[in-house]
Nanobody
Framework: QVQLVESGGGSVQPGGSLRLSCTAS????????MEWHRQAPGKARELVAR???????NYADSVKDRFTISRDNAKNTVHLQMNSLKPEDTDVYYC????????????????WGQGTQVTVSS
């Protein structure tokens, strides 16, 4: 019913920048919180950044002052601007969103994207 598609991943040198985007589509009635997570092989998925429908944001300590999350509610899209990238930022990045569909009668369910690879290496 709801699909999230990420884009913008790739390879970059240390100190470089990337901008990830994630767009939700389907029979969407409302989107609440949108988040970016990341996961390395063999490790638990970790929250990178969160933004509420009202625009309040939270960040993992490891990315504060380097990453910025934003959203375009009209386009059902969330972005993650990543600056001053480090090798330890190398991961698969996933977006997720809490979405109420036309059919769910106001109940929010969490949907995930398929992930996009970010590699930071010289």
């Amino acid at each position: 019913q709801v699909q999230l598609v990420e884009s913008g991943g790739g390879s970059v040198q240390p100190g470089g920048s990337l901008r990830l985007s994630c767009t939700a589509s389907g029979r969407i009635f409302s989107i609440n919180t949108m988040e970016w997570h990341r996961q390395a092989p063999g490790k638990a998925r970790e929250l990178v950044a969160r933004i509420t429908s009202g625009g309040s944001t939270n960040y993992a300590d490891s990315v504060k002052d380097r990453f910025t999350i934003s959203r375009d509610n009209a386009k059902n899209t969330v972005h993650l601007q990543m600056n001053s990238l480090k090798p330890e930022d190398t991961d698969v990045y996933y977006c997720c969103a809490d979405v109420a569909t036309v059919q769910s009668m106001g109940v929010f369910n969490r949907y995930w994207g398929q992930g996009t690879q970010v590699t930071v290496s010289s």
